[in-house]
């Protein structure tokens, strides 16, 4: 795999093109924008947060790389890399975003698949937890904090967008995705993680249903399942599942006591992949 720079941002401010600077990015008002010492760009303006610290927590992030480094979701990882490099022609570049990347795992899964494709990689994240470990372990691709609801690229410069377990923002993907682009959602299907579900939760909400109909800009392309068991050998590793999810706020402090006293515990992954393509 030929892993090429991403080059292509907008200033959160402007939405005028960013040049790369010595030190970090500027654009032609005179906006500036520093490089971290991990390498990544801070382009959520503070005007522009919800809070002081949005997005996942540095325990999430922490919990959630022990996790995935576990090989958990390597099948997700797995199929995701394989639509993904199927869309196009082989021998055309590809320009790719992770639009709420966390700590990178799934970009650094897709840079590491045998293949010809040469790729531009952006990873992007509100938290900055998540796009700080994540510039820390592979400079190779583009790390920006920044928000689904502006995406600081231009219009119609991507040819993939993923959305993992995300909240997605269907206008702001078609806008920044070429015509025939490629949309890929990865949703928790309605298996997903079940076991842990009945421990920590009274009652199970009834499952959500299939979205039918594509958002405003798509048509649906592929929907595919990922499913298989997990067996979590430690307390440790139940403890990192439930931290880095929503569920970790979500369940009583009975559910949450009940976890904590698992030393092994079998879970089911079932997730949906589903593609469209920008019309």
Known sequence: MSIMPFTTLTCPLEGEPLSRTDGGWRCPQGHTFDVSRQGHVNLLPVQKKRSLDPGDSKAMIAARRR??????????????SRRVLSHGLAHESLAILDAGCGEGYYLRALAGVESARRLSLLGL???????????????RMQWVVGSNAALPVPDQSLDVVLCMFGFPTPAEFARVLKPGGLLLEVEAGPDHLIELREIIYPTLKAPRETRQAPAPGFAFDTFDAVRHERSLGSAEQIADLLVMTPHLYRASAEGRAKASALARL???VDVQLRSSRRL
């Open 266 to 268: 079998d879970v089911t």
């Open 125 to 139: 994240d509100i938290s900055k937890w998540a796009v700080q470990a994540a510039a820390g372990r592979d400079k």
């Open 67 to 80: 996790f995935l480094e576990a090989g958990h979701y390597q099948g997700i990882a797995e199929a995701v």
